[in-house]
């Protein structure tokens, strides 16, 4: 059974940064694809950051472009979201989400559909 935790959410200031962490459990990393999406209030889910199987597969959506970074460590099986000038339209509930079989490619294309596995969120605030 998959498990996905997140961590690391908070409040900062505009323009200051966090990362993100995802601690999965039931699956690899090396043979799956993880993404972030996040949720504003009365919003739906958008998928930002996404890692693929090779560390060479990596999307992040052109709201956050340039800011956000998406990474992960295979051998403690975590997956991160570095996220620094931050902005207050950056304010969310920040999701984790897993395909473990690997065969979704990140991009501008992935939806909540294509993934199975979600966290239960963590909230980032971003005070103006």
């Known amino acids: 059974q998959v498990q996905l935790v997140e961590s690391g959410g908070g409040l900062v200031q505009a323009g200051g940064s966090l990362t993100l962490s995802c601690a999965a459990s039931?699956?690899?990393?090396?043979?799956?694809?993880l993404a972030w999406f996040r949720q504003a209030p009365g919003k739906g889910r958008e998928g930002i950051s996404c890692?693929?199987?090779?560390?060479?597969?990596?999307y992040n959506a052109d709201s956050v472009k340039g800011r956000f970074t998406v990474s992960k460590d295979n051998a403690k099986n975590t997956v991160f979201l570095q996220m620094s000038s931050l902005k207050p339209e950056d304010t969310a509930v920040y999701y984790c989400?897993?395909?473990?079989?690997?065969?979704?490619?990140?991009?501008?294309?992935?939806?909540?559909?294509?993934?199975?596995?979600w966290g239960q969120g963590t909230q980032v605030t971003v005070s103006s």
């Open positions: 989400a897993a395909d473990p079989t690997g065969f979704l490619y990140c991009s501008a294309d992935m939806g909540v559909h294509d993934f199975d596995s």
């Open positions: 890692i693929g199987r090779s560390d060479g597969n990596t």
């Open positions: 039931g699956l690899t990393l090396d043979s799956s694809t």
